[in-house]
């Protein structure tokens, strides 16, 4: 499967983006889902989770409460809300599929064998 991530750009903090993952050359909804993060000088990081069948959803606690991660099989894609954006959120944004995940662990890279190109979210202050 080939993943396309979508959405990013430049916003105020306290603004929300919505970031799409679209995948091609296979069905989401055989894959659970991840969205992992890179700033500048730092290493990726977890973001948000979900399972196949869209429940339950997991979060890294610096975004819980203000992200949101959702799916549509219909659309086989995959989207995180995220809100309340703040300059500590910069970053680029990486959609991630595993098949291998069926309940857990899922906050490891290494977990996901297919990974979309990234797209930039930058929060200005």
């Known amino acids: 499967v080939q993943l396309q991530a979508s959405g990013g750009g430049l916003v105020q903090a306290g603004g929300s983006l919505r970031l799409s993952c679209a995948a091609s050359?296979?069905?989401?909804?055989?894959?659970?889902m991840g969205w992992f993060r890179q700033a500048a000088g730092k290493e990726r990081e977890f973001v948000a989770f979900i399972f196949r069948n869209g429940v339950p959803t997991y979060y890294a606690d610096s975004v819980k409460g203000r992200f949101t991660v959702s799916r549509s099989n219909v659309q086989n894609a995959v989207y995180l809300q995220m809100d309340s954006l703040n300059p500590a959120d910069t970053a680029v944004y990486y959609c991630?599929?595993?098949?291998?995940?069926?309940?857990?662990?899922?906050?490891?890279?290494?977990?996901?064998?297919?990974w979309g190109q990234g797209t930039l979210v930058t929060v200005s202050s």
């Open positions: 050359g296979g069905t989401l909804s055989s894959y659970a």
């Open positions: 991630a599929a595993s098949r291998m995940i069926l309940s857990g662990p899922f906050r490891e890279e290494d977990r996901y064998p297919y």
